[in-house]
């Protein structure tokens, strides 16, 4: 096989996987524009006879949508920036403060990894319940603060730092804060961004945990009120499109907006670890 067939083969490849991987979303789009019903045709259509915004227009003003999206923007960016400001500060720590019992710590914190979060959701409830932590924003933020993974990252990422840095500052006479804001924090900022973004996903995306902890619809993130929603129109598949859309598109356009820091810092964070 010459080179140039060769290339020709995995580029044919690589976008026949890309189509594949694209066409849902293309046609959750496409279905989310069509006339009430359409989508129900014989066989399927693949894009809408005549576009409309009919279906979006009752999602907001009809189904609440936009509660649940605030919803959503506000938990989210709340557990963003809270465990954030956690995970960079424990991930350090944990990568240049010597102090009794670190290393047992971090193995413990490493060791939480290899526990499926589904085991600890009932213990996690009925701590919460008599906090009155449940059905309230709290009840999803406070068990996100912090996480096993974004300290690890962190810590591994930070190890990186010349030690020699830190002497040199700590003889000028800067305190440990100081050095942390002006020194270590502008050095993290590739991992910094690399995890908000992880957070940010994993929290808007969330479904499970919001689920059990959230039990009035006034609270309800945009997973649930998407599935609130479908058990009321199970049948109007372009009402249920739409709301995919409005779910999905947010995270998706952050994503493709913030890929090259996000992939920057995991591949960092791995060469330095």
């Known amino acids: 096989m010459t ?49 409309t915004l009919h279906n979006y227009q009752e999602l907001f003003l009809r189904a609440g949508m936009g509660h649940y999206l605030l919803n959503s923007l506000l ?14 500060m424990a991930g350090y720590a944990f990568a240049k403060l010597r102090f009794a019992g670190r290393d047992a710590l971090f193995k413990s914190v490493v060791g939480m990894l290899a526990i499926p979060a589904q085991v600890a959701m009932l213990p996690l409830f009925l701590m919460l319940k008599p906090l009155g932590l449940v059905n309230n924003y709290g009840g ?20 990186g730092i010349p030690d020699e840095l830190l002497e040199a500052a700590r003889m000028d006479g800067a305190g440990e804060l100081h050095i942390f804001v002006r ?24 479904f499970m945990w919001p689920l059990i902890v959230l039990t009035g619809q006034n609270h309800y993130t945009l997973p649930l009120g998407l599935a ?31 890929q090259r820091y996000y992939l920057e810092g995991l591949l960092l964070g791995s060469v330095k670890g």
Do not use: C
């Open 75 to 88: 938990v989210s960016t709340a557990i963003t920036m809270l465990s954030l400001a956690l995970n960079v």
């Open 183 to 206: 020194i270590v924090l502008p050095l993290l900022k590739p991992i910094m961004v690399t995890l908000a973004i992880y957070t940010f996903l994993t929290a808007w995306n969330d």
């Open 228 to 258: 609130s929603l479908a058990r009321e129109h199970a049948t109007d598949t372009e009402l249920m499109m739409a709301g995919s859309v409005i779910t999905v598109l947010p995270v998706l356009l952050l994503f493709l907006a913030m």
């Open 140 to 159: 999803v933020i406070v068990p996100a603060m912090a996480s096993a993974f974004g300290i690890f990252l962190v810590r591994q990422y930070a190890r």
């Open 3 to 51: 080179p140039r067939i060769a290339k020709a083969l995995i580029n044919g490849l690589l976008i026949g996987g890309t189509v594949v991987a694209l066409f849902p979303i293309v046609w959750m789009l496409s279905v989310s524009l069509m006339q009430p019903g359409e989508a129900s045709a014989l066989p399927p259509p693949l894009l809408p006879a005549h576009a």
